[in-house]
């Protein structure tokens, strides 16, 4: 019965997907003529979810990452030298610079995004980079956090007048960090300006000024770790890690396992709904569907204003809007059917909110893999000429982008081995929390039916994402 629901499911979800794709996101990569039709890429991934989900019920008996203690510190004096105070200021410091590198360079460099070290070091090196780095090494971005540094130096000074910070509300929970979150990507997306170096360095001032204010009022570790957009991104990706920070002592603990320990705070399933809403709506927004769409919806907004560029912003943030709404709502139904038992939609959409981190991941990883890949290459001549005026500072100047360092085709199975393993995982994580929610392997299959059409909807709207992507 398991094997029959499973794939009539990934039958369902599969067929909706046949049209035709190509290689890579975000049009850096040529498009490629593919040895195998992109139906059946689709059909395959919704195979291999069925068929990790049947594996799961047969050989995941008992949960294996919930509360999971297995923890294999590294030598003593690895984690006294990485965690000493001395290294946590000096990441700090180096991550204030910056930090003050890109206002600088922002504001006084040449307004050229392909000639300023600004653009490229904030969408690509900070924005992309960081998600392998914390996928593989753990909670990076926390130690280089340049809010956390400076707001842990503000909170010092403020705290020898003004007395303790006041307590952080539970029902802002994780809100400030989705807020944020979308209000970059409406800059790197929407915005008309987005990309201008200078806009860039007043919205990084702004944003700045709007951290140090929380972490002033509510403290800096605690406004960090809740409320600054990037340090709960990053930080969610962290817990995937197999590197993991205990106190003074670093060790490795089983892939996924940091996630089994996520509190589903306020907000959380709003900063997973905007991580993969943003990540689809930027990958859908150059494809042929929504070019076939937009001048509808400009022409809508131009009956409320006469200025052509608001118009197409306001066509522009009511399609993110719209994939943001099917998104949630799509993880919500999951929820709504695996109902029962005591638990209620929302219970089950906070119980098993830790599975969308992968589906995040993925979704990001496969959108910008090309992106990293190739524009990173980038960031070697603008260090050595960050404003744009011709310098040479580090010999790195006449350095080229190598855009035959990855193929195209290489880049297409890339990206569907990415999405294809962190939908296996988010699977796999729900599965082991379903164990524990109902008690033995057959409650916590029939309970994850509606998780898995759930998992197989997702795998096939990131590959046809990333088919528009290539069409586009």
Same mark, same amino acid.
């Given at each position: ?7 009539? #499911? ?10 035709? !794709? ?7 990569? !040529? ?33 294996? #990452? ?30 204030? !610079? ?62 020898? &007048?003004? /007395?303790? *910070? ?10 400030? *960090? *989705? ?34 204010? &929380? ?17 709960? +991104? ?23 396992? &940091? ?34 769409? #937009? ?13 052509? =560029? #608001? ?14 709404? /099917? ?10 059917? =695996?109902?029962?038992? /005591? ?18 991941? !993925?979704?990001? *990883? ?34 080229? $982008? ?10 297409? +199975? ?11 995982? =988010? ?26 059409? $759930? ?18």
């Amino acid at each position: 019965m398991t094997r029959r629901v499973a794939l009539s #499911l990934a039958a369902l979800a599969a067929a909706a997907l046949t049209a035709p !794709a190509g290689a890579a996101a975000h049009g850096l990569a !040529a498009r490629a003529d593919l040895p195998i039709p992109t139906w059946l890429f689709v059909w395959g991934a919704a195979a291999v979810i069925v068929v990790s989900f049947v594996a799961l019920g047969a050989l995941w008996r008992e949960p294996r #990452l919930e509360g999971d203690e297995r923890f294999r510190p590294l030598p003593e004096m690895v984690g006294r030298v990485l965690t000493s105070q001395a290294v946590d200021v000096l990441c700090g410091a180096v991550g204030v !610079a910056l930090l003050v590198l890109v206002v600088w360079t922002g504001l006084v460099g040449v307004q050229s995004p392909q000639e300023n070290f600004a653009p490229t070091f904030v969408y690509v090196i900070f924005w992309l980079g960081l998600v392998p780095l914390s996928l593989l090494f753990g909670d990076v971005f926390r130690a280089f956090n340049p809010w956390r540094a400076m707001g842990r130096v503000l909170e010092r000074v403020v705290a020898r &007048g003004a /007395g303790e *910070a006041i307590a952080y509300p539970h029902r802002l929970g994780r809100w400030p *960090a *989705a807020a944020g979150i979308l209000a970059f990507v409406w800059l790197e997306v929407i915005a008309t300006s987005g990309d201008q170096p200078r806009t860039i360095a007043l919205a990084t001032m702004i944003y700045t000024a709007v951290t140090l204010v &929380g972490m002033t009022l509510f403290g800096a570790e605690t406004w960090t770790r809740r409320a600054e957009a990037f340090s709960v +991104y990053f930080g969610l990706l962290a817990r995937m890690a197999p590197l993991e920070r205990r106190g003074r002592t670093l060790g490795l603990r089983p892939p996924l396992a &940091g996630l089994s320990r996520l509190q589903a705070d306020p907000g959380t399933i709003g900063v997973l709904v905007v991580l993969i809403g943003t990540v689809s709506f930027d990958g859908g927004s150059g494809g042929p569907a929504w070019n076939a769409l #937009l001048p509808s919806l400009t022409d809508a907004f131009g009956v409320l204003t006469p200025n052509p =560029a #608001l118009a197409l912003q306001g066509a522009y943030v009511l399609g993110l809007v719209a994939v943001l709404v /099917g998104v949630g709502g799509f993880y919500l139904l999951g929820a709504r059917g =695996a109902a029962g038992g /005591g638990l209620g939609t929302m219970d089950v959409a906070r119980a098993f909110v830790h599975s969308l981190v992968p589906i995040a991941f !993925a979704y990001a *990883a496969a959108h910008y893999v090309s992106l990293l890949i190739l524009q990173s290459q980038v960031i070697a001549p603008l260090v050595s000429d960050p404003l744009g005026e011709g310098w040479n500072l580090l010999g790195t100047a006449t350095w080229s $982008v190598d855009y035959t360092l990855v193929g195209a085709q290489t880049f297409w +199975y890339i990206q569907v081995a990415l999405v294809i393993a962190g939908h296996v995982a =988010a699977l796999t994580l729900a599965h082991d929390r379903a164990l524990v929610l109902y008690g033995n392997v057959k409650r916590a299959l029939r309970s994850q039916y509606w998780m898995l059409a $759930v998992m197989i909807g997702y795998t096939t709207f990131a590959l046809w994402l990333l088919s528009q992507a290539n069409e586009g």
